[in-house]
């Protein structure tokens, strides 16, 4: 975990830095731009790829870098043409609000069970050498449901995330 | 896109010419400059890594961001500099106490302010004129910048080299 968290430490103080940018280039032309957006999804992939293996739904080392593939995990986000601009200030403002306040709230006792649910499945992993179908689609869910909070928070999209973790 | 080796530089290419996606990279270079703002870090450096990071990502991808990506990177680096002797000096009066607070500093820090200021309304101007495929030079910079990206060199891959074969001479 060390060598990919070290590394997705500095690529994430530059995704920051290009979502802050983006917002402006949002606000002003209504477009996410493309090279941007995909750094971002490429970014998102990576940790997806990490977190999967974190969470032990999957096995095998995961890839490094940007353009680093994997068959088990995959995470397609399309291209936003536009974005509404007035949308994006409704986000700045109230954001936290509407959005970042209930779906945390939810989140956190979620994520909660998530780690429960880990536990339990490594010890059953460790005997039986299964995965329990159930819990590998909750812990996904939560993944989920924490990328799309995420993509609708950084301006990637205008679509509100559902309160669930199913696709 | 025709060179015109004859007057030693490339063709600049027009604003139908280019892409939407090549316009938004060269806009970004100028963006790079609210870098420390996005990262959360109020240091000046980090604008300037940024620009430096973002001309090594982008600079190959065409000529024409290439060419807003050295202007922006080299206009950076005169008010970068500058910042860092403000820095240093605000350090040494009210951290250290080696330097007393006069007029010398606030007419340098005065200075300062409108050099930041320029290179703040210049970006813009920058940015806006890029994202409009047109190319914008800034008071020295733009030539240095033209100079980098568009100048015809030897090993340019782009440039035609004489034809081996000729046809026999009758």
Redesign the interface.
Known sequence: MFPHAFLLLFFG??G??????SF??ILF?G?Y????FEFQVKLMRWQLRLNARMYNLVDDYPSFGLDGTDELTSLEIPYPENLGRGHLLLKAFFGWLYCALPHVFVLYFRLLATMVVSFLAWWIVLFTGKFPEGMHGFITGTLRWGTRLGLYLGNMTDEYPPFSGRE | MEETVETGYHALPQPDELGTREKEDAMGAYLMMFASIGAGLPLPIINLIASVIYYFVNSKKSRYIKFHCHQSLFSQLPTSLMNAGLMFWLFQIFIYDNWEYNNNFVGYAVMVGVFNLAYFVLSIVGAVKARKGQVYYFLFFGRLAYSHAYKVRENDSMVKSAPVNQPPSM
């Not at chain 1, 731009?33 to 941007?36: A, I, L, V």
């Open positions: 103080i530059w920051s830095i290009l979502s802050f940018i402006w280039i032309t477009r731009p493309e090279s941007f």
